[in-house]
Each structure stands twice: as C-alpha cells, then as structure tokens.
C-alpha cells in the first residue's frame, strides 16, 4: 500500500508541474511576466537549459542537452528502484523520495520534449533575486529536505542509544 501511496504522489507531482507549466506556457510570451505580489513574487516564463538554478545553462550544445537527458533518465531509474523498495523506508524518507521522483520526471519530461525545462516562479526582495524555479524544483527541494530530515532523526536515534 505504501509503494502504491508513493507513486500517487510522484504522479500528483509531475501532474501539478505539467499542468502549471502548461498554463505558463500557453498564457505568457518568452520572458514575459506578471506581478503577483509587488517587490516580492512574479510569474515568469523563462526557459532553463541547465540543471538546478541555472547551472550549465552556458552550453549551447546538442551534446549538452543529451547528456542531460541521459543523467536524468539514469537518476529517475534509480529513484523508481528506490521507491520500488519502499518497505525499508521511514515513512518521511519515502514522502522525500516520492517528491524528488515527481519532480525529476517533470523536469526530464520538459528536458526531452523541448531541450529545457519551464522555469516561473520568481521570488526577490529589492534587488535580490532567487533563481527562477517551477512545482518540480520545489518538489524535489522538499523531498531532498524530508530525506536530510530523516537522515538527522535517524543519526540521532543511534546516538542516544550508544550513550
């Protein structure tokens, strides 16, 4: 049941991410954006050749992109291998890795349909910005953060019953 409850959350995730990637896409021009919350948050649509916030956006390469494609193909595999083995997870690393599943199939599924993934959401104060990022990133965020989460508990757990 668990691995059941995993997957329906991974396919939620990559749902929501397609379903606010599509209004994205279908309502704003290329770098066009809306305001939603003055000198705080704004709807973007930007496209993100790279991986995580930008990085190894530089390369125009078609090369650049099927590595990318590859890595990612390879990293979701692994994380359905994961999730296939749920039984051994707390219930907190196996949220996580549902998550980050949803949320790499979201980005992979862009990667492979359009050679970048639909970035939006864009945060900032005064003149600082975070990177522009979209429902999978924040998926896979969260889900990286309930598996530190549970690694922590669980460290500690050994911790106290060595003392």
């Not at 290329?30 to 916030?53: E, H, K, L």
């Not at 949803?102 to 050679?115: E, L, Q, S, W, Y």
């Not at 669980?154 to 060595?162: F, P």
């Amino acid at each position: 049941m668990r691995r059941i409850v995993a997957f329906l959350i991974a396919v939620g995730v990559f749902g929501l991410d397609r379903w606010t990637k599509w209004i994205v896409e279908t309502q704003l021009s290329a770098y066009d954006s809306r305001t939603v919350i003055p000198g705080f948050f704004n709807i973007v649509r930007s496209g993100n050749p790279g991986v995580a916030f930008g990085m190894f956006s530089g390369s125009s390469s078609t090369m650049h992109t099927v590595i990318l494609i590859g890595l990612s193909l390879i990293a979701v595999a692994l994380l359905a291998g994961m999730l296939w083995r749920i039984e051994r997870l707390d219930t907190a690393s196996a949220m996580g890795l549902a998550l980050i599943f949803g949320g790499a199939m979201g980005n992979v599924f862009d990667r492979i349909r359009a050679g970048s993934v639909t970035d939006f959401l864009d945060f900032y104060a005064g003149s600082y910005h975070w990177y522009t990022f979209n429902v999978a990133d924040a998926s896979i965020c969260t889900g990286a953060a309930l598996l530190i989460l549970s690694m922590l508990k669980s460290q500690n757990k050994h911790e106290v019953r060595a003392h």
